[in-house]
């Protein structure tokens, strides 16, 4: 991937797709060996509406499927970056910095961590969004500060 990118680092990226856990944990994978401590990668769908847009197979014309997973998969796995979710309409947006492209923590896990995550459910989140998804409102001023300050930190 660094080959199509003329070997530069990653100063951002979204991902956004197949709406499924494990292709966004894969995509966050790949981004992140492409990226630097201070590179931010944004994340479409992090806060389910409810059960049915948010299952694994899409029934409904509006379908986020399961991506909210792939934050607290980050947040157990990898406590060293900085995490948060966007309370953003209508599937909250995540955003990650701190990334370090040579951890293969999530790699050499990947086949135990989807075993972990792939049967949790919209009912498993509920109680738990702030503590799982840590999510902070939908307000400029908050996401510039908590980008400034975390993209400096990593970079130092």
């Given amino acids: ?4 990118l ?3 680092p ?4 979204f991902i956004d797709g197949s709406q499924l856990f494990e292709a966004a944990l894969r995509d966050f994978m790949h981004l992140e060996q492409c990226s ?6 944004a994340i479409h769908n992090c806060i389910p509406l409810d059960r049915l847009t948010s299952s694994r197979t899409r ?6 499927g399961d991506v909210w997973k792939l934050i607290p998969c980050l947040r157990k796995y990898r406590p060293d970056l900085s995490v948060i979710t966007i309370a953003t309409k209508p599937t909250g947006l995540g955003l990650v910095t701190g990334l370090r492209a040579d951890n293969t923590i999530l790699n050499d896990c990947y ?7 792939l049967p ?3 009912d498993d989140l509920a109680g738990h969004e702030q503590e799982w998804l840590h999510i902070v409102d939908n307000d400029v001023e908050i996401i510039r500060d908590w980008v400034k300050t975390h993209r400096l930190r990593a970079a130092s």
Avoid: C, H, N
Avoid at 36 to 41: E, Q, R, T, Y
Avoid at 111 to 117: G, K, L, P, S, T
């Fill in 6 to 8: 003329g070997r530069r």
């Fill in 36 to 41: 630097k401590p201070d590179s931010v990668i």
């Fill in 10 to 13: 990653v100063d951002f990226a």
């Fill in 111 to 117: 086949d135990q961590i989807v075993a972990e995550f």
């Fill in 1 to 4: 991937m660094r080959e199509q």
């Fill in 120 to 122: 949790l459910d919209f």
């Fill in 59 to 64: 029934t409904t014309e509006y379908w986020s």
